[in-house]
């Protein structure tokens, strides 16, 4: 499946943005989707995931109560809505899909590797 992500701009603190991964070629039809976010000089890490089948959902701890993932399966589109935004979460945000058709059990939904397609990113800017 091929995503394309955006949604990403420039806001101020305590602005909100959401994120959109739309896929194309095919639909999501299962396994997962992931964000995962990439700030200069540091590594890409996760951000949030649901479950195609389901809409259970897994966040990174220090995001939960900011960020909300969310999925409209009609679209084949999966939201990542962000409020509260600071300036450490401005990143490169990455969508990315896995297509195992087993359940992933939540730790592997925070490993990239367990992710079979990407986005290409989308900047997200924070201004203080």
């Known amino acids: 499946v091929q995503l394309q992500a955006s949604g990403g701009g420039l806001v101020q603190a305590g602005g909100s943005l959401r994120l959109s991964c739309a896929a194309s070629?095919?639909?999501?039809?299962?396994?997962?989707v992931g964000w995962f976010r990439q700030a200069p000089g540091k590594e890409r890490a996760f951000v949030a995931a649901?479950?195609?089948?389901?809409?259970?959902?897994s966040y990174e701890d220090s995001l939960k109560g900011r960020f909300t993932i969310s999925r409209d399966t009609a679209k084949s589109t999966v939201y990542l809505q962000m409020n509260s935004l600071k300036p450490e979460d401005t990143a490169v945000y990455y969508c990315?899909?896995?297509?195992?058709?087993?359940?992933?059990?939540?730790?592997?939904?925070?490993?990239?590797?367990?992710?079979?397609?990407w986005g290409q990113g989308t900047q997200v800017t924070v201004s203080s």
């Open positions: 649901i479950r195609w089948s389901g809409g259970s959902t």
């Open positions: 990315a899909a896995s297509d195992r058709s087993s359940r992933i059990i939540t730790s592997a939904l925070w490993t990239a590797a367990t992710y079979d397609s």
């Open positions: 070629g095919r639909r999501f039809s299962g396994g997962a």
